[in-house]
């Protein structure tokens, strides 16, 4: 089932309005510093504190920085993003607080706009630079948190805000709401599926996104192909289908709360061994790594991203898959949040490789791979428009050099954005997702 | 007169500066262990993350081994030069024993000397210049990181030029810088002498059980 490019299209003509549609988020100065300190001083653990005393400003943490590195512009290099949570550490939380706020100068509202396009256009949270810091400083950490005392100051750039205040309003994400859930699964029906929606009990709770079920429908059929032919006991809610957590990619706590407890609430009525989460990078972590916290106790169940899922199923030969594909010659991009973020490095490679295909990693893999530029949230960023086409070039070349046909993914964000660049440069190679080959190879 | 102080009061003053300060601001660290509850299951259980990071960090990995090669090299050069003078060159060594451990131990050769402060001075002279060159390095430091170089740098001088001379006021001048650079130390990025540990530590702990060996 090939995607249709008029919808994708479509979202991307959506998402250049996406800014006209926020509501205003406008405080006072001083309240906006207030705002954004209390995130901080609530926030700063000592991994944070242990981070920000560490850094020596060596600089290498800009060799690994897509967005620093594609530009050559050093106001880029992540430890600097790092420096308006180190000033308020030093002068209201550090052990010699006294004497740095004689020697350095208060947090302004100038300071938060001007980190506006430092945390959230040029960073992806991706966390290579924090692969290459010799202090293991885990810089994609501050930039979360400073992200989240931005947004508290309401700094989230308009067109991420718009969603994550749609998302917090009225739970849908681009309008998508439980009757988009009906109708993606009705038009699943019409092509000979049977689709489990709304099962009071079942074994697994498998989730969606809005992308899956308007543009990336071939992500959606195959999960639903796997599940079927696995044999499982499974269902999609409709009270509870989104993966994407625009809460946690804005920064917005009681939104990121929300959406996730939908899905806890969902599962546990419903009795699920497990979640599934759909290819999205995000969704993964927000569950899987912040979802028990925001519940306050162990999830009653198992979380697993449906790259990790096959896998299991593989290993436990119960997924079955046709080998003969020597003839496709694939290269595959990690999600960041799957891999370096999360330990999913070999999974979605024992997949790839039980498909047969020819497969070529990219120059830089693994825990190494290179961001594609577009995620957590930045893909929506507007203003980031021209960040994220530069540190695009960065996987362009890579992939060139592997000699593949076609790019495996593992992320809807992610796949959005190389969409984007294929279509910006011409690009000859097929996007494609790694569930879609694989319901596509099923023995 | 000034001498004695030198030797006297002032060591006293900046070892007890140095002790307390470096203690109180990794104590400032630790004490916000356990604000964030991990409640979250995780995918590695057996222990040992943190200690892997704190090891594993101190060779780049091998992805960034070219564009990472000066700098390391250049730090390893200063860093292993500087270990070398202040504990094995022999004026050192006999300071440490006669007034804080009671015991010695077998001190560089003069050749060893020369060849660990050559080692030193041409490691940070380096990372100096780097850091006055790069655009990165100049936008992220700040007048507290230029003082910590030329303070380390003045130390290390006056500490060749004292040996070298046989001078007492030369003596006391290192002293007295090295009294300096203790009482400076704590309130410093110098202090990442001791938290690299921190921060590799807890990184790496907080990635492991996540299933990353970082």
């Known amino acids: ?443 | 007169m000034i001498g004695d102080f030198i030797d006297g009061p002032l060591w006293y003053f900046s070892a007890a500066v140095f002790v307390i300060g470096v203690a109180w601001r990794l104590f400032a660290i630790l004490r916000l262990r356990g604000r964030k509850k991990v409640l979250s299951k995780p995918r590695n259980t057996t222990g040992g993350g943190a200690l892997a990071t704190i090891l594993r960090r101190f060779v780049p990995y091998r992805e960034f081994a070219t564009v990472s090669r000066g700098r390391v090299i250049a730090g390893y050069v200063f860093h292993l030069g500087l270990f070398a003078l202040l504990f094995f060159a022999a004026p050192h060594m006999e300071f440490i024993r006669d007034r804080i451990t009671g015991f010695g131990w077998t001190p560089l050769p003069y050749w060893g000397f020369i060849v660990a402060s050559q080692l030193a001075f041409f490691g940070l002279l380096l990372l100096i210049i780097y850091r006055l060159m790069n655009p990165v390095t100049r936008l992220l430091s700040d007048a507290g990181d230029y003082v910590s170089s030329i303070l380390v740098f003045v130390v290390m001088l006056t500490g060749c030029m004292a040996l070298l001379q046989a001078s007492e006021a030369l003596r006391l001048l290192h002293l007295f810088l090295a009294e300096v650079l203790l009482i400076y130390f704590p309130f410093s990025a110098l202090m990442h002498t001791f938290t690299f540990v921190t921060s590799r530590g807890f990184s790496g702990a907080v990635f492991y059980r996540r299933g990353v060996n970082y």
């Open chain 1, 1 to 443: 089932m090939a995607i249709d490019m008029n919808v994708f299209q479509q979202f991307a003509g959506q998402m250049a309005q996406l800014g006209s549609m926020a509501q205003p988020t406008d405080y006072p100065d001083e309240e906006r510093v207030e705002r954004a300190k209390a995130v901080f001083r609530k926030s700063i653990g000592a991994e944070q504190a242990g981070d920000l005393e560490a850094c020596v400003k060596c600089g290498l943490c800009a060799e690994a920085c897509h967005f620093r590195v594609s530009t050559g512009d050093p106001k880029y290099t992540p430890a600097r993003k790092m420096e308006l949570m180190k000033r308020f550490y030093q002068r209201e939380m550090g052990p010699f607080r006294w004497l740095y706020r004689l020697a350095t100068r208060d947090i302004t509202a100038r300071d938060l706009e001007d980190w506006q396009e430092l945390v959230y256009d040029s960073c992806t949270t991706c966390g290579r630079c924090g692969m290459i810091c010799p202090m293991g400083i885990n810089i994609a950490g501050i930039v979360t948190t400073t992200r989240q005392a931005l947004a508290e100051a309401g700094l989230v750039p308009a067109d991420l805000r718009a969603v994550q205040q749609e998302q917090g309003a009225y739970g849908t994400v681009f309008g998508a709401g439980p009757d988009t859930v009906r109708q993606a699964v009705e038009q699943m029906r019409t092509r000979g599926h049977d689709v489990p929606l709304d099962k009071e009990k079942a074994d697994y709770l498998v989730l969606t996104s809005v992308v899956d079920m308007m543009l990336f429908t071939d992500q959606l059929e195959a999960t639903i192909k796997i599940f079927n032919r696995l044999g499982l006991d499974w269902t999609f809610r409709t009270d509870g289908f989104e993966g994407a957590n625009f809460g946690l990619l804005a920064g917005v706590a009681d939104v990121q709360k929300q959406a996730s407890m939908k899905v806890i609430e969902t599962a546990i009525a419903i009795g699920a061994k497990a979640v599934i989460v759909p290819e999205c990078g995000h969704a993964y972590p927000a569950l899987r790594w912040s979802g028990a916290e925001i519940y306050g106790k162990p999830l009653p169940f198992d979380v697993y991203v449906i790259s990790e899922f096959l896998d299991l199923q593989l290993q436990a030969g119960k997924l079955k898959l046709k080998s003969d594909n020597s003839d496709i010659k694939v290269t595959f991009h990690d999600p960041c949040k799957h891999g370096r973020y999360s330990g999913i490095l070999d999974e979605p490679r024992a997949v790839i490789k039980a498909l047969g295909v020819d497969f070529r990693e990219l120059p830089s893999h693994g825990m190494m791979n290179w961001c594609c530029g577009g995620g957590a949230g930045v893909f929506v960023i507007g203003s980031a428009a021209p960040l994220r086409q530069a540190a695009f070039g960065i996987k362009y070349d890579e992939v060139n050099k592997t000699g593949a046909d076609k790019v495996l993914m593992a992320c809807g964000s992610c796949r959005l954005n190389f969409l984007k660049g294929a279509q910006d440069n011409n690009w000859d190679k097929e996007i494609v997702s790694l569930v879609a080959l694989v319901g596509d190879n099923l023995e």
